[in-house]
Every structure is written in structure tokens, then in C-alpha cells.
């Protein structure tokens, strides 16, 4: 047992190791620990110093190595001589100047006059610098020169549009809406739809002409039972329209328009 003499001179591992087995290995381990900590501190100290200083000196041994001459491929270009003048060749040819010739003052009995041709002889007759061949052989349209009504009526469009940039319109106006509404007033439910209990939609077509009339009555996609007969009927009824027009032009316009059945 150590006194305070003993136990103020003696080291830790002293103090703890005291009536214990100093030859154990814990005991050398913490002998040498000390030493063993400074040795690795060192050599990190030295590896973290090599890595910072290896690109630095790579680069200084690098810039002291003697540079190589760098030969560029240079080619020396030659010019090539002149073709020879070809003798068989006309040479260019030489621009010729004219002489201005001022303007002559004559008195009016020197000058010729020329009659200048009248605006109404011009109208059928062709102005060219020579003389032109009538052509005789042209189609007689004798025939055409009569009612100019009957010309203009075969070239009218009797297309029949879809849709137009003024659609027909009832006298009242209001679309699609207003012609579904006049329609639907005008029906009258069957009896026999009615005692089948038969209610839907049906979908008719018809074509509003160019002079706002309507035709053409077909019913799309029907229901029986003397509904679509009805449908037709009621469309037949409509008022005359006011017709639909494209470039100005009154012309002919389909509409397909649905028609609700319903038992109240």
C-alpha cells in the first residue's frame, strides 16, 4: 500500500495499477500510449502536408522541364501563272457613245398633225403598234345577247351550305333556339304515342331555299308512333324565312334541329 510520499512521485498508471498485475498487457498499453498518439499525430501531420505540397511541386518540376519546339505545317502557296491569251477568241466588244441630238423648233406649218382617234372608236378595237387579225371565228352569242335575266340564273350557286356567314333567320330572329321553339309550338302529341307511353328526342332535318322557303323535310333519326309524322308536319308550318346569305349572295342552307317529346 502506497503512502502519500509514494502516491504524490507516482504516475497514474502507478497509482492504478498498485497491487495489481503489472506484467498484464493493459498495463504496458497505457505505458506506451502516449508515445504511440505523438508517433501517428506525426505522421498524419507529415501525409496531410505531402498531398497538399505533391501538386505543387508537379507543377514546379513540370515548368522547369525545356519546352519542344512545336513545328507547325506551314505550306507555301505558289501562284499559279496566267492562262495564255487565247488569239481565236474575238476580243470584247468596245462600247459605242451616241450624239446627243437636241430638239429642232419648227413653226406650225412644218409640223405634221396627226388626228388623234376618238374614245368611243376605241372601245372594240385593239391598240397595239401593228396591225392584229380579227378573230372570226369566235361562237355566236346571239343567243345570250336577248334576256340577260336567263344568263344570270344558270350561273346562280344551287348549292346547299351547312352553314353560312348569315344564317337564315325566322322574322323574329333568335337562332337555332327561336326556330326549336316555333317547332315545338306547332306539334301536337299523338294519341297513339301517347297510350305507348312513347317519349324522346327526334332529330329533323330541312332546307331553308334562297327565297326563305322551306323543303326538303326529312326526319333524321325518329321515334314511331306517329311522332316523326307530326315532326314533319309541324316543320311545314314554319313561317317564311329570311334567307341565308354567302358573299352577299342569298343562298340555300340545311339545318338539322332536335325535337323533345315529352308526356306531361
Given amino acids: 500500500m502506497m503512502n502519500s510520499?509514494?502516491?504524490?512521485?507516482?504516475?497514474?498508471?502507478d497509482i492504478v495499477f498498485e497491487g495489481r498485475n503489472k506484467n498484464y498487457g493493459a498495463y504496458v498499453l497505457r505505458q506506451i500510449y502516449g508515445r504511440n498518439v505523438t508517433r501517428s499525430l506525426i505522421i498524419a501531420t507529415a501525409l496531410f502536408a505531402?498531398?497538399?505540397?505533391?501538386?505543387?511541386?508537379?507543377?514546379?518540376?513540370?515548368?522547369?522541364?525545356p519546352?519542344?519546339?512545336?513545328?507547325?505545317?506551314?505550306?507555301?502557296?505558289?501562284?499559279?501563272?496566267?492562262?495564255?491569251l487565247?488569239?481565236?477568241?474575238p476580243p470584247p466588244p468596245k462600247l459605242t457613245t451616241i450624239k446627243f441630238t437636241p430638239p429642232v423648233i419648227k413653226k406650225d406649218n412644218e409640223v405634221k398633225q396627226e388626228e388623234v382617234p376618238d374614245q368611243e372608236e376605241l372601245k372594240e378595237k385593239t391598240v397595239a403598234t401593228v396591225t392584229v387579225k380579227g378573230n372570226?371565228?369566235?361562237?355566236?352569242?346571239?343567243?345570250?345577247?336577248?334576256?340577260?335575266?336567263?344568263?344570270v340564273a344558270e350561273v346562280v350557286d344551287t348549292k346547299v351550305y351547312q352553314y353560312v356567314e348569315q344564317m337564315p333567320q325566322l322574322p323574329g330572329g333568335g337562332g337555332n333556339a327561336a326556330i326549336v321553339a316555333a317547332i315545338q309550338k306547332n306539334t301536337k302529341y299523338p294519341r297513339m304515342a301517347q297510350n305507348n307511353g312513347v317519349e324522346g328526342r327526334i332529330?329533323?332535318?330541312?332546307?331553308?331555299?334562297a327565297e326563305g322557303d322551306v323543303s326538303d323535310v326529312k326526319v333524321v333519326k325518329g321515334l314511331g308512333s306517329g311522332l316523326d309524322e307530326e315532326t314533319i308536319r309541324a316543320v311545314k308550318t314554319l313561317p317564311k324565312f329570311i334567307p341565308g346569305k354567302q358573299n352577299g349572295r342569298a343562298v340555300?342552307?340545311?339545318f338539322t334541329v332536335p325535337i323533345t317529346f315529352k308526356i306531361q
Fill in 50 to 65: 505531402l498531398l497538399i505540397a505533391f501538386p505543387l511541386i508537379a507543377q514546379y518540376i513540370k515548368s522547369r522541364q
Fill in 5 to 13: 510520499a509514494q502516491i504524490a512521485q507516482s504516475s497514474l498508471d
Fill in 203 to 209: 332529330f329533323v332535318s330541312f332546307t331553308v331555299n
Fill in 67 to 84: 519546352k519542344e519546339d512545336v513545328k507547325k505545317n506551314l505550306t507555301e502557296n505558289v501562284l499559279m501563272d496566267a492562262p495564255p
Fill in 252 to 254: 340555300s342552307v340545311s
Fill in 86 to 89: 487565247d488569239d481565236t477568241k
Fill in 136 to 151: 372570226t371565228d369566235v361562237q355566236d352569242l346571239s343567243e345570250l345577247s336577248g334576256d340577260g335575266d336567263k344568263v
